[in-house]
Each structure stands twice: as structure tokens, then as C-alpha cells.
């Protein structure tokens, strides 16, 4: 790339100022899920990253009934984190520095996924919008304002699921048309503070065409995604999706993996995590994890659970 300036060129500085604006992933990321609790129901569990020790996050006893549709954490540390979950049209903030404690929001339709950004915004997608609640990242305020998002125009098509970026200015999306999903990158704008916008002009940047079937999706790295794709119910496989349009990488998939999730790295690899699907010797489901990256991933049980999820 060559920076000009009124006719001239302007040389690259000597040093990289700018890797300081690249967001980074926790150094040691935990990761949560659902796990079953017993006879009384569901709980969420946090991995510690630097221990391997299962630890439980407290939940109100009315919430240990029935799982979450969906599931996100703030990026701050155990014990500070704001853990978000859904089900049906009402979302739930759980600060874990006030435990037991639960504050309520009514959504306008069915909720589908969240997810976070690094600024501490909380990304709601439902059936019918996509909405988002500022500075909630550590202390959520008792009645939480979700601000409706101008998204693009799908016509009969819906949001499956988005994850943003912990640089607050990319989603990805899995778009779902007719039963065929889609992935898609959008930008996420800004028009005079009074509005926010993901894919302004319907600006749909169109990657992992050669993915069959994307039914779960995450964010790898700054430059790529990790895709879960189901071709009929038991066969899946995993992908690493360059953000370029190039072709996309098979990785070796667990059998019966239902949901993905991975950690925006630190180093030099992401740590990448699945769920497999309830089994006959294994009911509740398992989760299994990988440090060693998607090129040779080395991958092993660490608990009983679903849905797991990292920071973000």
C-alpha cells in the first residue's frame, strides 16, 4: 500500500504506532457454558484458562430451569464480567459482582444470538431487529435502553445469528434465506452520533462461499472466522474463513459438534472450543477444546455442558 498525499508520497513510519489499535484478545480467556445442575435444572460454569478448574456462576434460582437460547459475556475478568443470556423475547444481564442479582429487558421479538464488543456494548439480535446497549460491560443499569440498529433491507430473509468484532466495528453474519444460510461481514457505522448503522447502503461483503451449510459461526482472529457447517444432521465440519474471499480451510471437526466458539488471541493461536450433541452415554452433552490451533488441533473433553462461549 502506498500513501499519497496531495500528489506526494508519504513514507511509512519507522515504527508501527498502529498495533496499538488492533484490539487483543485476553491473555487467558475463560470460557463458559451451560451445564446441567441436577434435579434442579441448569447452571453456567466458567473454565479458568489458567487453572482448568471448573468454577460455577451463581444464577438466580428462577433462571436454573431451562437453558439459554443464547449466551455472551463481557470482556472483563471473572468476577467483573456481565454474563447475558435470552430466552424467548426477554434478555437477562447477570452481573457477577452483584451474584443473584438479575436485571430484565423485554425484546420485541424472539431473541437469537448476542454478543459483545471490547467497548462493553451488548449486540442483541432477534427475529425482527438488532439492537444494542451501550456501556453495560461491568455495571448494566437497572433498566437497560436497547437502541434499535438500522440494518440492512433482507426481505424475506432474517439475521440467524451476528457476532462483532472486539473492535466494535465489523459483524459477522449468518443470513438465512429460504432455509439456505449465508455468510456475510458488514461494516458498523456511525452518522452524527445519532444513529448506528450495520451495513450502511446494504454493504454486504460476501465471504466463505464455499461453505455448504453455516450454521454456527465465530470470530478466530482479525482476519478470519471459525465456521461450524451441517450437511444432514450428523455430519459437520469446521472451517477457518479468510476475510479476503479466498478459499476456506477444513479443520478437523470432533464428531457430533453442535456449536462453536473461539477466543480473539493474545498469541500466536486462538483457543477454540465445540459442542457435541447429546449422546446415549453422554446425555448432557460434552464440550471440547483445542489450544493448539486450527492447523493441528488437539482436541479433548473438559467437561459436561453446551453452548460455550468465550468473552466478547
Not at 454456527?216 to 474471499?245: F, I, M
Request: hydrophobic share 40%.
Amino acid at each position: 500500500v502506498v500513501l499519497k498525499v496531495n500528489g506526494r508520497q508519504v513514507p511509512p513510519p519507522s515504527q508501527q504506532p498502529y498495533a496499538q489499535w488492533v484490539p487483543r484478545g485476553p491473555t487467558k480467556a475463560p470460557m463458559y457454558f451451560q451445564m446441567p445442575s441436577g434435579p434442579s435444572g441448569h447452571a453456567v460454569a466458567a473454565l479458568r484458562a489458567t487453572k482448568s478448574q471448573v468454577g460455577s456462576v451463581p444464577l438466580p434460582k428462577a433462571l436454573a430451569d431451562r437453558t439459554f437460547k443464547s449466551m455472551a459475556v463481557s470482556p472483563e475478568h471473572v468476577g467483573s464480567a456481565v454474563l447475558a443470556g435470552c430466552r424467548g423475547k426477554t434478555l437477562y444481564l447477570m452481573p457477577q459482582a452483584h451474584a443473584g442479582r438479575v436485571i430484565t429487558a423485554p425484546l420485541v421479538s424472539p431473541c437469537t444470538s448476542l454478543s459483545w464488543d471490547n467497548a462493553g456494548n451488548l449486540w442483541v439480535v432477534s427475529t425482527m431487529q438488532i439492537s444494542v446497549i451501550t456501556g453495560a460491560g461491568t455495571e448494566p443499569p437497572p433498566h437497560p435502553v436497547l437502541t434499535g440498529v438500522l440494518a440492512p433491507t433482507l426481505d424475506k430473509a432474517r439475521i440467524q445469528s451476528m457476532k462483532v468484532a472486539p473492535d466494535g466495528v465489523r459483524a459477522a453474519l449468518l443470513i438465512n434465506d429460504g432455509g439456505i444460510s449465508r455468510i456475510r461481514i458488514a461494516a458498523i457505522s456511525k452518522n452524527s452520533g445519532q444513529y448506528t448503522y450495520v451495513a450502511q447502503d446494504n454493504q454486504l461483503l460476501r465471504v466463505g462461499t464455499d461453505v455448504p451449510h453455516p450454521i454456527s459461526l465465530a470470530w478466530l482472529d482479525p482476519d478470519h472466522l471459525l465456521v461450524l457447517s451441517q450437511d444432514g444432521r450428523h455430519k459437520t465440519q469446521l472451517y477457518e474463513v479468510p476475510l479476503n474471499g479466498g478459499q476456506s480451510t477444513p479443520i478437523v471437526t470432533p464428531r457430533g459438534t453442535v456449536s462453536v466458539a473461539a477466543s480473539w488471541p493474545s498469541g500466536p493461536d486462538p483457543t477454540m472450543a465445540v459442542a457435541i450433541a447429546p449422546t446415549a452415554a453422554s446425555p448432557n452433552g460434552v464440550i471440547q477444546l483445542t489450544k493448539t490451533g486450527p492447523l493441528n488441533p488437539n482436541w479433548h473433553v473438559v467437561a459436561k455442558g453446551e453452548t460455550p462461549v468465550f468473552p466478547g
